[in-house]
């Protein structure tokens, strides 16, 4: 036989239960008694709060920026973004369209894509703006005729002699004086730079004609540098053969007139018996423009996360409409296009969510509050009150909304669940309110209303008050992440739910007394001027239906069998949930915030099927070198990273071919040892030859480079190198780390970094493992000191936080078997997932705490009294994401996924382990409650639990 428990707890527990909880139930008992006696004050205020606090929406400022997103603010990657960015922004914009089809190489394909890029060299904006005159140059490699050079000395009126007659004859002649062509075209021309520099060679190279940086297998169709009438003539009369001879027999590209695999443009490539390429599966073409970064600072377009040209921005979505247009097309054939802008636009037009699935779930909340509150009977449905409900939530988004814009925190994608997150927190306060208003005894029933408002809110603002806190601490540890986008999710949630807390516990109290006194006068619920005649007597009420299903669950679970099955249970789908947090594997890709039905996510799709990457290409960049003192520094850098065979697959470093040319020219001494003028000529007369050319590009001097003049100071250089292909974050953060031990080990003066486009995703891969389990520690043990704070009892905390660890360890393996990897999105849902599993276990330790009877007989009344209430929150914070379930953004999907994860675990834990397991160990009875069930109910009750237990 049981005892009844109903001793008091002694020692610090007590008297701090007595000095926070009761007096905390105290002050909002008469904070009920006020809010009932003072309704439209309560309102008003709360209307006035909202309105002031929404003129912070003002400032709102979205952020789709990955590198603002996703990376530490103290990161390398960070931190070195942001220096080139301020010193040296891109000017690059790099425009691609990849086309697939059954054969690429077929004429009627070639001939559409020579359609679509000739149309986009055709565009002219509304500015008068043409490709032309916005993309990236690059030189046409004419070789000079001997002629041309012959006609130059005779231009300059000097005698000639025997030597100018053989000037250039040791080009073109062997060892025994016989005339041959030197075949190997780059060495020649190299000696021809150093022979003949400055001059004629400079002018040579001033005159040189340029084409737009445009690559792919339409080059073959080139002359003389560019695309002629002849051009146009043989595309329209190009046929599968003559198609495939090109292919096969043309290493030239005619537009730039250097060396070219065509082969690198193609993928899924089929050859015949004898090696020749007779078809492709796909193949593209990029287009590089170049921004005028001046117009880009000083008149930027607003709204984006980096500087853009108006000009190049417009002309870039004529470009984009250029290629969607699929009009014309072969059978079979299809493309996928790609502009500098479209990132920006399809995360700018996602960011704020999906707004239909936004008003729809909360119809969907309405129509449940409606039928869960009230009754269904002209004056006691409360659809007016559920409305209010979901008002005071809209209320709550919009102070968090409006105080975060006004301290200029950004609204990133990861905010746009925040409606559906807020709307479940706010709905199950709601429903505890509600919960224990119905809960009041006969007795209590009979008082004042605002008696009975003070006796309701006595228990219901000490429980909401309770999970809200918990909530807040669970944001707010999150809110110390060094992840920008978590944090400032986490100060937007944490803000939100104490709005909603706050409007919940006045906006909405203060509604429900003025619908309670129409009720309470035989008002009609949708038409208030209608009194009825034949009124429901409050103290007539019946136990609610959820509360006698609640009551027949308890009585079932307190059966020995049943307790027993509900342990092993627990135990099996916890096991299985420690295996899949074992399996569960790290993984982060920024492209998943682009919602896949899109262009540029099935570009990013497709690319990474047909032009897989080979390695991530990295570059080192040098900045206040002193050279040439650095130069062997850098020199064995490259050498170094070569070695690392494990990590890196290639290096090109412009040291080594410079040391050579210098060698060529006729130094053969110590470069550290070599005047600044002398180096700065040497230097200049490097970049402007064919073996220094491709290198030019990444140099920044103070001024500009002209071919014939020394070059000015060096203000940023770079060596490129190729990581090879890695498995996952096992491989390749160890990877980045070396090149960076690799750049500080180099002792090379001013500053040195690596930068490559993966390593923003890498350096994220580094920290989020240690971020998530440290927050989620964090959140877990501050949690249980809230929950042990309010509540004021060890062992109930300790049951509240065993529920906390199983739900989480149950849902981070399941979300293994569900496709979920450990990224910044699930990252931010499991911190979310700690406050909202804490509130269904709390809710009823809380209740227990304050039952009396042995223990079979508390838990048997706390889920008839608290269960509904927690049920009804779990299945409303459902519905606020249900509609999720379908979408394409990956923020939404992973938000379902876990979220349906969190609450029927949480439930799971909450209604069915938790009581069972109090049943064998709960904790004894604290005081005696002020909030107890009605009087019918308690007499069945003890019925029940007599004859059945």
């Known amino acids: 036989m049981e005892d009844t428990q109903t001793s008091t707890e002694p020692g610090i527990f007590h008297r701090l239960r007595g000095c926070i909880m009761l007096k ?127 006609g130059y000395r005779k231009k300059r009126n000097e005698p000639k002699d025997e030597d100018d007659d053989d000037e250039f004859s040791d080009l073109f002649e062997g060892d025994d004086g016989d005339v041959s062509i030197n075949t190997d075209i780059t060495d020649l021309a190299t000696q021809f730079s150093i022979d003949q520099y400055p001059r004629p060679y400079c002018n040579i190279v001033e005159g040189m004609p340029s084409a737009c940086m445009e690559m792919g297998i339409l080059e073959l169709f080139g002359h003389d540098g560019e695309y002629s009438a002849i051009s146009d003539k043989e595309i329209e009369e190009l046929t599968d053969e003559k198609m495939i001879q090109m292919i096969n027999s043309k290493t030239t590209s005619g537009i730039f007139l250097t060396p070219q695999n065509f082969t690198e443009y193609l993928s899924k490539v089929t050859v015949d018996e004898n090696g020749n390429i007779v078809g492709a599966g796909a193949t593209y073409v990029h287009l590089f423009g170049k921004m005028n970064m001046t117009q880009a600072k000083t008149n930027p377009v607003p709204g984006l996360g980096e500087p853009t040209e108006p000009r190049m921005f417009e002309f870039e979505g004529d470009m984009l409409k250029v290629m969607l247009n699929v009009s014309g097309y072969p059978d079979g054939l299809q493309s996928y296009p790609n502009v500098a802008r479209s990132f920006g636009d399809i995360a700018g037009s996602t960011i704020l969510g999906d707004v239909s699935s936004f008003v ?77 208003w119905n809960t009041l005894t006969a007795s209590e029933q009979r008082k004042s209303l605002e008696e009975r408002f ?51 516990g006045s906006f909405f109290v203060a509604w429900m007394s003025i619908d309670q006194r129409r009720i309470e006068s035989h008002r009609n619920g949708c038409c208030p001027c209608y009194v009825h005649v034949t009124p429901t007597s409050p103290a007539e009420r019946q136990v609610s ?24 249970v627990v135990t099996l789908i916890t096991g299985f949930g420690v295996y899949g947090n074992v399996l569960l594997r790290q993984e982060f890709d920024p492209t998943w915030f682009l919602p896949s039905d899109t262009y540029i996510a099935q570009w990013f799709n497709v690319n990474k099927e047909y032009f897989p990457s080979s390695g991530e290409r990295a570059t080192i960049y040098f900045s206040g070198a002193t050279f040439p003192e650095d130069i062997p520094a850098i020199e064995n850098l490259a050498r170094k990273l070569e070695n690392e065979t494990s990590i890196v697959a290639d290096v090109d470093s412009w040291t080594s071919p410079f040391i050579s040319y210098v060698e060529r020219i006729g130094y053969s001494g110590d470069l550290r040892l070599i005047n600044d003028s002398t180096f700065s000529g040497y230097l200049a007369q490097f970049l402007f030859s064919p073996l220094g050319a491709k290198y030019a590009q990444g140099f920044r001097f103070e001024e500009e480079l002209k071919c014939g003049l020394p070059a000015g100071e060096v203000k940023l250089s770079e060596i ?67 929950t042990l704070f309010f509540i004021s ?49 709390a809710h009823i330790m809380h209740r227990f705490l304050t039952e009396q009877g042995n223990r079979r007989e508390r838990v048997i009344k706390t889920l008839s009294n608290i269960g509904p209430a927690v049920f009804n929150g779990g299945i409303s914070t459902f519905l606020a994401f249900v509609l999720l379930a379908n979408s394409k953004s990956h923020v939404f999907s992973s938000f379902f996924k876990i979220f349906f994860l969190v609450v029927s675990f949480g ?42 237990l």
């Open 24 to 150: 905390m139930e105290a002050f909002f008992q008469g904070y009920g008694e006020f809010v009932a006696k003072k309704p439209w004050i309560v309102i008003i205020c709360c209307v006035l709060l909202t309105a002031l606090c929404g003129g912070g929406l003002y400032w709102f400022r979205m952020e789709n920026e990955g590198v603002k997103l996703w990376i530490p603010y103290n990161s390398d990657y960070r931190v070195n973004s942001d220096w080139m960015f301020e010193n040296f922004p891109r000017d690059l914009r790099f425009n691609s369209i990849i086309f697939t089809g059954p054969n690429v190489l077929k004429a009627d394909v070639v001939r559409t894509i020579y359609r679509v890029i000739k149309a986009i060299r055709e565009i002219r904006t509304k500015e008068d703006v043409t490709w032309t005159e916005i993309c990236m140059r690059r030189p046409v490699i004419k070789p000079p005729s001997v002629s041309d050079l012959v």
């Open 360 to 436: 729809v779930g909360y119809g969907l909340m309405f129509g449940y509050a409606t039928v869960m509150l009230g009754k269904i009977s002209c004056v006691e449905h409360r659809s007016f009150l559920a409305t209010i409900g979901i008002y005071g939530v809209i209320m709550g988004i919009i102070v968090s909304y409006g105080l975060c814009s006004f301290c200029g925190i950004f609204y990133g994608p990861m905010h746009s669940v925040m409606p559906f997150l807020m709307l479940g927190i706010g709905i199950d306060d709601m429903f505890v309110i509600m919960q224990c």
């Open 454 to 504: 003070g006796l309701m809110m006595r228990q219901a603002g000490a429980a909401i008050t309770v999970t809200s806190a918990t909530d807040v601490i669970a944001f707010g540890v999150g809110a110390f992440t060094i992840l920008p986008a978590l944090k400032s999710f986490c100060l937007y949630a944490s803000i939100g739910i104490i709005a909603t807390f706050i409007f919940q």
């Open 545 to 568: 239906f959820l509360q006698r299903v609640f009551r027949h669950l308890a009585v079932f679970l307190m059966k020995w069998p049943v307790r027993l099955i509900v342990i092993f």
């Open 720 to 786: 490129t190198f190729r990581h090879r292909l890695f498995s996952g974050p096992e491989e390749h953060v160890p990877a980045m780390n070396r090149v960076k031990e690799l750049i500080r080990s180099a002792n090379i003066s001013g500053k040195a970094f690596a930068m490559a486009l993966g390593y923003a995703t890498w350096e994220t891969d580094e920290i989020i493992s240690l971020e998530i389990y440290r927050n989620m520690a964090l959140g877990i043990l501050c949690v249980f000191l809230t």
């Open 793 to 841: 009892n060890l062992s109930g905390a300790v049951f509240i936080l065993l529920c906390v660890c199983l739900t989480l360890a149950d849902v981070g393996g399941f979300m293994h078997f569900w496709g979920l990897t450990i990224d910044t999105v699930s990252c931010n849902n499991l911190i979310i997932a700690i406050g909202l599993c804490v509130d269904y276990s």
């Open 907 to 948: 439930l799971f834990h909450g209604l069915i382990f938790l009581p069972v397991f109090l049943s064998f160990i709960g904790p004894s009875t604290i005081r005696h409650t002020t909030v107890k069930s009605t009087e019918n109910l308690q007499a069945e009750l003890v019925k029940q639990t007599s004859s059945e």
